[in-house]
């Protein structure tokens, strides 16, 4: 079972930016899909970001051209860049993985990391 940890979260000010890191156990990351959600408080956790293995992207509409998603299958990791952060992006964040290098229907797995919290406030 492919474990996931996510950092890199933290307070930041409207405008601002953060990068996220999951880390993932396991040999075969590089033929999975990975993708980003959060979740705010009294929401549903929300499909953020996904990339496949072979790099192709696509992103929730609310951050298209503020967050960037990427991995480096040499470490097993996954990235989210977010660049100017609004108020409406406070949220835990997650990730998680599709065994079946799904994009547009990407379909988790079961086992969810910790996340990391993220809050854009002034």
């Known amino acids: 079972q492919v474990q996931l940890v996510e950092s890199g979260g933290g307070l930041v000010q409207p405008g601002g930016s953060l990068s996220l890191s999951c880390a993932a156990s396991g040999s075969i990351f590089s033929t999975y899909s990975m993708g980003w959600y959060r979740q705010a408080p009294g929401k549903q956790r929300e499909l953020v970001a996904v990339?496949?293995?072979?790099?192709?992207?696509r992103y929730t509409d609310s951050v298209k051209g503020r967050f960037t998603i990427s991995r480096d299958n040499t470490k097993s990791t996954v990235y989210l860049q977010m660049n100017s952060l609004k108020p409406e992006d406070t949220a835990v964040y997650y990730c998680?993985?599709?065994?079946?290098?799904?994009?547009?229907?990407?379909?988790?797995?079961?086992?969810w990391g910790q996340g990391t919290q993220v809050t854009v406030s002034s």
């Open positions: 990339i496949s293995s072979g790099g192709n992207t």
């Open positions: 998680n993985l599709d065994k079946y290098n799904q994009v547009f229907a990407f379909m988790p797995g079961n086992s």
